[in-house]
């Protein structure tokens, strides 16, 4: 079973940042080679959306138009971690961010771009935003 671990939300004011953590291991049938990782996020009363991805292999980055100049995903293959770098925070950032972790294999690596069809989640960390 597909183990993720997050970390790093918390309380900031806006125009500050936040860095996210998030640890995947035990994917059955792709190493951590081989994975789109993204971060979603879900505010009170509304729905979750895609913030952005990142797939493993080639450290292709995709993001929402909404943090895309703000916000920065990476990897470190040799730790199975994967960091989501928040700068310039806005009030409309705040929401519970998940890390979705789904098993991609190279010929089919374009659909992490699409920011969909994860079906493993971690348990949310919390990023609220305010003055």
């Known amino acids: 079973q597909v183990r993720i671990v997050e970390s790093g939300g918390g309380s900031v004011q806006p125009g500050e940042s936040l860095r996210l953590s998030c640890g995947a291991s035990d994917y059955p049938g792709f190493s951590f080679s081989r994975l789109c990782m993204g971060w979603f996020r879900q505010a009170p009363g509304k729905k979750r959306e895609a913030v952005a991805a990142?797939?493993?292999?080639?450290?292709?980055?995709y993001y929402a138009d909404s943090v895309k100049g703000r916000f920065a995903i990476s990897q470190v293959s040799s730790t199975n971690m994967m960091y989501l770098q928040m700068n310039n925070l806005k009030i409309e950032d705040a929401g519970m961010y998940y890390c979705a972790v789904q098993g991609v294999p190279w010929s089919r690596r374009a659909s992490c771009g699409l920011l969909r069809s994860f079906d493993n989640w971690g348990q949310g960390t919390q990023v609220t935003v305010s003055s």
């Open positions: 990142i797939y493993t292999a080639d450290g292709a980055e």
